[in-house]
């Protein structure tokens, strides 16, 4: 590997310059193999991530990922001459603005965990592209950990999430693509289970046919990489595809992805057969009213294809010429807008992973929001204002009811 000399005075002798867009979980592994095979958290103390006396598992809980705090950044450059610029890129306080909310006075100036997790991204799910991993020895991009990426544009090909080989998920403390073995422990029966040990170079490449979906990818990955002074626009595209993604999570089915390829309809369609409840003789009335059910981790961090899936479904009705028309074709919600699934989604909203994903939308799918707001758990509509209400909704106007 070639070593860049910055010129600049620092205590260490080798230092692997960052790649551009890499996480700074993924510089560390690649400097702990630079340093004969050190612990991630050493690498952290020697390199200034971590102060002196600072526990290694500050990297779990900790800020470092999450902001260039101004004592890490003169650590940082004192001891591997980094500059403020390649510290912050390396963190999640680069997508303030654009997946994450906004800087400015009404927001809070350092980037967290809890502001990375409220905003539908989860700092700990780790996402391949097996070609980059290949040309790099295992380094990846903090891009990939969004929620928004589920292909890589430069090799046209899907983000793979979980081995092959165990099949179980990706994670940035669990996986090290760097040393090259997969360290998970496959789910058997055992108690003494071995680590999967399933090589990470050379994961199979699975093509992006669908046009739509990677015209899609490479919009949303501009739109991620936006100038600031077009941040608020990006900020609000981001916002409407959250809403409209939790949507298509509750009432998307397969039959709504015609056009899709093949591995994006078969994992969406296991997802539903998984997590919709069926008219079973076993289950309660309320159970078979309940609509989609999902847990926590499934609606923070879904399969990547299934995220795919739901983005896909939402961008048709974000940037449809009408979208209230878009979200008719996938929920019928001028006619039922008090179905099971949307009774379920609202209970999604407000709380776990998804509370805030009705907060910052914008009037591009007002139209679509008054409804889902209208028919909000526990309200019905009187009978007298119904008519009413879907005039002003046809007419463009504001629609009556709870506010």
């Known amino acids: ?220 990955w501009d739109a991620l990489h936006s100038p600031a002074a077009q941040c608020g626009a990006a900020f609000g595209v981001f916002q409407d595809l959250w809403a409209m993604a939790c949507l298509a999570l509750y009432t998307a089915t397969p039959e709504h992805l015609v056009g899709a390829d093949l591995v994006v309809r078969e994992a969406f369609a296991a997802f539903c057969h998984t997590h919709d409840h069926r008219a079973d003789r076993d289950l309660t009335a309320a159970s078979r009213r309940s609509g989609r059910r999902l847990k926590a981790v499934d609606r923070r961090s879904p399969p990547v294809l299934v995220m795919a899936a739901v983005i896909r479904t939402a961008a048709r009705i974000v940037f449809a010429v009408n979208p209230l028309t878009a979200a008719d074709a996938l929920a019928d919600l001028s006619r039922n807008p008090h179905s099971p699934a949307i009774y379920v989604l609202r209970q999604a909203w407000n709380s776990g992973p998804l509370a805030l994903a009705t907060r910052d939308t914008t009037e591009r799918i007002k139209s679509v929001m008054d409804i889902l707001d209208y028919s909000g758990p526990g309200f019905v509509p009187p009978l007298s204002q119904r008519d009413r209400y879907y005039s002003a909704l046809s007419t463009g106007g504001r629609a009556p009811g709870r506010r």
Do not use: K
């Open 1 to 220: 590997m070639l070593h860049q000399n910055l010129g600049l005075p620092r205590r260490l002798a080798l230092v692997s310059p960052p790649l551009p867009g890499e996480a700074l979980l993924s510089w560390l592994n690649a400097m702990a193999v630079e340093y004969g095979g050190l612990t991630r958290g050493r690498t952290a103390q020697i390199t200034g991530v971590l102060a002196d006396g600072e526990p290694v598992n500050a990297l779990r809980t900790g800020r470092a990922p999450y902001y260039p705090h101004p004592a890490m950044v003169h650590r940082m450059r004192a001891v591997a001459a980094l500059s403020e610029q390649q510290v912050a890129d390396m963190t999640w306080h680069r997508f303030r603005g654009t997946a994450l909310h906004p800087i400015g006075p009404e927001w809070a100036a350092e980037t967290t965990r809890a502001s990375v997790l409220g905003r539908w991204a989860d700092p700990d799910v780790l996402r391949l592209c097996p070609a980059c991993v290949d040309e790099s020895g295992g380094r990846w991009l903090l891009t990939w950990q969004l929620p928004w990426v589920f292909a890589c544009p430069a090799h046209r090909c899907y983000l793979i999430d979980s081995c092959p080989d165990c099949g179980r998920r990706f994670t940035v403390h669990g996986t090290d693509p760097v040393r090259g073995r997969c360290r998970n422990r496959p789910p058997t029966d055992g108690t003494r289970r071995r680590r999967c040990g399933a090589p990470l170079h050379g994961l199979p490449r699975v093509p992006v046919v669908d046009a739509e979906l990677f015209e899609l990818q490479q919009r949303l």
